[in-house]
């Protein structure tokens, strides 16, 4: 996270190759203000679909690798989100897409104030949950 956060704060956007830039056209039709960061395995673009943030990345042949979503509550789906009320209140939602299932990364805040990083599969099956 250190090293994303110091790429955009120097604005080392830059042009990706041809075959990803197709690539992501492809997959994100309605993309806007994509801006893109080399990484030494792969391509990563940073943008906003339908207001909602993503990012997308890309290996350096072109290939779609992943996505991340940041999800406003109300696109959690109900599953999710009813169990994860149970534990208490929802900070920040990411879905991510590797292309073979989808994974909600979510931290929660208990009653202590104790935060938690939690991972759980499309059907609310908690893959993992740590104390932050």
Known sequence: MEDFTKRVMDGNCIVPPTVCLEAFNQHFTRAQEAE????????????FQDN???IAEFNKNGSFLKYKMYLPDNLL???????????????????INKGDGIIYEVIYRDKQLNRYLILLN???????????
Do not use: R
């Not at 789906?77 to 879905?95: D, F, H, R």
């Not at 059907?123 to 993992?128: E, H, Q």
């Open 36 to 47: 893109w960061y080399e990484n030494s395995n792969f391509y990563e673009a940073i943008f």
């Open 52 to 54: 909602i943030e993503y």
């Open 77 to 95: 789906p109900a599953i999710i989100k009813s169990q994860l009320e149970t534990k208490g209140e929802i900070m920040n939602t990411v879905l």
């Open 122 to 132: 499309n059907l609310g099956k908690v893959l993992s949950e740590n104390l932050l």
